[in-house]
């Protein structure tokens, strides 16, 4: 199974979502569903999705469920909960027992957007953790460079949990790279309980001016860091679009993997994301 194990679904229409407010985000202000994913998916040869979370909102988490209980493509949803919430566990536990409840297979939180660099270390935000990965779900890290130390500090509180990487800390690609960054990401790699998704590249770099070249120096460090077990191939759709169409985001990843071995891509590809969020096999 070929695993796009990173794209989202959205309607401003609907609902508010600060972070679009942007006015070069105005290519992608509009409404994305299952049905404009559904023809791409089957153009570039991808099986299955995992929903990610797009805003700090429960109701999005039961939407996606929903989403994915009529979608057999979506295999999982990274939902959102509040996580400084004293009862959380009992949430997890209502959106697990929902229809499609068995679809969610993690959390996220927005914490580059938030202004303490140590949000995750928060001791209300380390309970909700706790909460979570006692039901077995994992937690993706949505991180700069200056949030991982936090991230790493997290991954070694909780040896026994999962966690993912989203977007490799969305390196400063048009800028060349940093050693901050560099350092930071492979401290994280020697997190054994700590997967790595080389999603949200092409937008990291100038929109209109990157190649697989310029991507691969970047993925290269990501494996070097990880490990060839612990890469997965993320489209970030529709965010992506910014940069190229699915096709081309799908094909430049699958260049830069294909230059580190078969086997390398092929893992990245579906079997690490199952491994990272528990999928059955399939």
Same mark, same amino acid.
């Given at each position: 199974m070929i695993i796009d194990a990173h794209q989202h679904f959205w309607d401003p229409a609907r609902a508010d979502y600060p972070w679009m407010d942007a006015p070069e985000l105005a290519p992608i202000r509009r409404a994305f569903g299952p049905a404009d994913l559904a023809p791409l998916l089957k153009?570039? !040869?991808i099986d299955a999705s995992i929903v990610v979370q797009c805003r700090s909102a429960l109701e999005e988490t039961e939407e996606f469920l929903r989403i994915a209980h009529a979608t057999p493509s979506v295999i999982g949803v990274v !939902?959102?909960?509040d996580l400084t919430d004293g009862s959380v566990g009992e949430t997890l536990d209502r959106l697990l027992a929902a229809p499609g409840g068995d679809k969610l297979v993690g959390i996220r939180h927005q914490v580059h957007d938030e202004a303490d660099p140590d949000w995750l270390l928060r001791e209300d935000v380390?309970? !909700?953790?706790?909460?979570? *990965?006692?039901?077995?779900?994992?937690y993706d890290f949505l991180?700069? @460079?200056r949030g991982l130390p936090a991230a790493i500090a997290t991954a070694q509180a909780f040896p026994q949990a999962h966690f993912v990487l989203d977007h490799a800390a969305k390196p400063p690609i048009a800028d060349g790279g940093s050693a901050e960054? @560099?350092?930071?990401?492979a401290a994280l790699g020697t997190c054994g309980n700590v997967w790595c998704k080389v999603s949200g590249l092409a937008t990291e770099a100038v929109w209109n001016d990157w190649d697989? $070249?310029?991507l691969f120096p970047f993925v $290269?460090?990501?494996?070097?860091? *990880?490990? !060839?077990?612990?890469?997965? *191939?993320g489209s970030d759709w529709p965010v992506c679009l910014l940069a190229g169409s699915y096709g081309e985001i799908k094909g430049a990843l699958e260049a830069c993997l294909m230059r580190l071995g078969a086997n390398v891509r092929e893992k990245a590809f579906g079997v690490n994301a199952k491994a990272a969020y528990r999928l059955a096999a399939g």
């Open positions: 153009a570039n !040869g !939902g959102w909960v380390q309970r !909700g953790l706790t909460a979570l *990965f006692a039901r077995d779900l994992a991180v700069r @460079s960054w @560099s350092n930071r990401i697989a $070249e310029r $290269e460090h990501a494996a070097n860091c *990880f490990g !060839g077990d612990r890469l997965i *191939f």
